[in-house]
């Protein structure tokens, strides 16, 4: 071989070299993940993983269709239970009497149906907005009241009709 046509430089760059490319190419053909490529390519395969999608959107249906249960349950099942008392105390502006609306409204809206169905005697004045203007408004199940004297009749309904009052 004449020296002007020998390449130049090392004789072990004249062996062409596979690419990372080429050769990650030869391993999937030559691996399992090749057969399974290979598989769901064919009618079979593609009807099995229709299948398979099928079965699991199904799954995730009904999973979705399962009410869940508030978290938190574990924790008002002991508190809020007919003839118990929860008193709070706290600073002003400590969030005691936001804290009781929400629990009140929760038990009143009835979203943890495993408490049972309440009623609320408070002396929180609740309001809405309706038309640009704030009106007071009291949700089915709550009842305003400013003297001890008005709660009585409450209870006594709530005793006869044997529903939680809080």
Not at 35 to 61: C, F, I, L, T
Not at 116 to 124: D, E, P, S
Not at 148 to 165: N, Y
């Amino acid at each position: 071989m004449s020296e002007s046509l020998r390449p130049s430089g090392n004789p072990i760059s004249w062996v062409k070299r596979k690419t990372s490319e080429q050769k990650e190419q030869e391993y999937l053909k030559s691996s399992p993940a090749y057969a399974m490529k290979k598989y769901a390519k064919s009618p079979e395969g593609k009807a099995r993983m229709e299948q398979y999608r099928r079965e699991e959107r199904k799954k995730a249906e009904k999973e979705a269709a399962k009410p869940k249960p508030d978290p938190a349950l574990k924790y008002y099942r002991p508190v809020f239970r007919p003839g118990f008392l929860m008193i709070t105390s706290g600073r002003r502006g400590g969030g005691k009497t936001h804290a009781a609306v929400s629990f009140a409204q929760m038990l009143v809206e009835e979203r943890c149906p495993e408490l049972g169905k309440w009623r609320l005697a408070t002396n929180i004045i609740f309001v809405r907005k309706a038309r640009g203007e704030y009106v007071t408004d009291y949700p089915e199940g709550v009842h305003h009241i400013t003297t001890m004297k008005e709660l009585f009749p409450i209870a006594a309904d709530v005793l006869e009709k044997g529903r939680t009052s809080s």
